[in-house]
């Protein structure tokens, strides 16, 4: 008897573990339930490692919950999650994600408003020291290094001595991008960043976050076309749950299925 079918099996998984090593995050047949409604429907989602994607589609497609499946928040059902080819997230509980190099910023900036830009960047160094040691340590060379690198990514080096309460909207969000740079995450998980930003705000966003992505994995849940237009990178669109579109914007865009559910509406 030919042993085919055996080898054949054995070579699949080898070709999706060989897959999976390349990637920096990796969903395969992922599902969850919420009271036996299927908010999550076997998604598979593949981010290659140092990619930025960008994730559309209607509310209630999944993309939050999705996110939670990531960081921790969320277990799931069923299906495979690996984090850098071989850690698999679903072992893993939610502070110890972010240990590792999982960074994730909500839509609603969290900046301490009564200290300065760089002072709330310190903080987001420091990780465990107290407010105050963080804002009284002396800072070696490095991290003045760091802090000023940051600075100058999220386009605040000018504004490092002014107070957060008086930044503007879009400001906040590009310090709380800063602080998330400052724990050195390997992904950045970043949920409708351009909410409420004026034009010129959500066009230096785009750029921003191309900056980034140069060293580091981007996941941007958008809902502004225009932005991920400029965003330039491989757009995923979930819908109930599961990818109904994947590709360039003009591919994502144009797709009918896209249109019905989403863009047409
Ligand atoms: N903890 C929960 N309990 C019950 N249902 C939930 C829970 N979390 C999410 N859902 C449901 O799962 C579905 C997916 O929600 P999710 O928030 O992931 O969508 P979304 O794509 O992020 O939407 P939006 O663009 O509105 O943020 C929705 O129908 C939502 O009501």
């Not at 054949?8 to 339930?33: F, H, M, N, P, Q």
């Not at 991290?143 to 309460?165: K, M, N, Q, V």
């Amino acid at each position: 008897m030919e042993k085919a079918p055996q080898h054949a099996v054995g070579s699949e998984a080898e070709t999706k573990e060989s897959l999976r090593k390349e990637t920096i995050l990796y969903l395969d047949g992922v599902s969850v339930s919420f009271d036996g409604f299927k908010a999550i429907n076997n998604l598979s989602f593949l981010l290659q490692k140092g990619e930025m994607r960008a994730i559309i589609g209607p509310n209630g497609a999944g993309k939050t919950t999705m996110m939670d499946i990531i960081t921790g928040k969320t277990r799931p059902d069923e299906g495979e999650v690996f984090f850098d080819g071989d850690i698999d997230l679903t072992k893993h509980d939610e502070p110890a994600i972010a240990t590792m190099g999982i960074g994730r910023k909500f839509q609603k900036p969290t900046v301490f408003e009564g200290h300065t830009v760089e002072d709330n960047l310190a903080l987001a160094l420091s990780g465990s020291r107290s407010i105050f040691a963080s804002i009284f340590h002396h800072r070696d060379e490095e991290e003045e290094a760091r802090i000023t690198g940051i600075l100058e990514t999220i386009r605040l080096y000018p504004l490092r001595e002014t107070s957060a309460a008086n930044l503007s909207h879009g400001q906040k969000q590009w310090l709380e991008i800063g602080m998330l740079l400052a724990q050195d995450p390997k992904v950045l998980l970043v949920d409708e960043p351009v909410a409420g930003m004026t034009d010129a705000e959500t066009e230096e966003t785009a750029r921003l976050l191309r900056d980034i992505a140069r060293d580091h994995s981007v996941v941007v849940v958008e809902h502004d076309m225009g932005f991920v237009r400029d965003l330039g990178v491989k757009v995923t669109c979930l819908h109930e749950g599961s990818v109904l579109s994947e590709g360039s914007i003009d591919h994502v865009s144009s797709d009918p299925k896209v249109v019905e559910v989403y863009l047409g509406r």
